[in-house]
């Protein structure tokens, strides 16, 4: 079994940055794929971004590219998400994800492990 956790939300003003954290125990994690995906209220929940836990691939949703940055520290089974240049519509509950995969996945169907989220708030 996976357990996520994420920290590290909060409120900012735009033009701000946050990094949020997720913390993940349970298992080896050096096959996993990792992902983060938000949903704001009354939207689909949205791919923000992703990684290999072995390697460094990454992908980003068109809407965080250049803004946003995934990462991940391998001895302390945490991933990070660095969010500059915050925006007000970047504002949602912020899920990290896992699933067992050597490629990159942005799918939300796709990942079986889900933390409870952190809230993002960005105000204008």
């Known amino acids: 079994q996976v357990q996520l956790v994420e920290s590290g939300g909060g409120q900012v003003q735009a033009g701000g940055s946050l990094r949020i954290s997720c913390t993940a125990s349970g298992r080896t994690f050096s096959t996993y794929a990792m992902g983060w995906f938000r949903q704001a209220p009354g939207k689909k929940r949205e791919f923000v971004a992703a990684?290999?836990?072995?390697?460094?691939?990454?992908y980003y949703g068109d809407s965080v590219k250049g803004r946003f940055t995934i990462s991940k520290d391998n001895d302390k089974n945490t991933m990070y998400l660095q969010m500059n240049s915050l925006k007000p519509e970047d504002t949602a509950v912020y899920y990290c994800a896992a699933v067992y995969s050597m490629r990159v996945v942005t799918t939300s169907s796709e990942y079986d492990y889900w933390g409870q989220g952190t809230q993002v708030t960005v105000s204008s």
């Open positions: 990684i290999l836990w072995r390697r460094r691939n990454t």
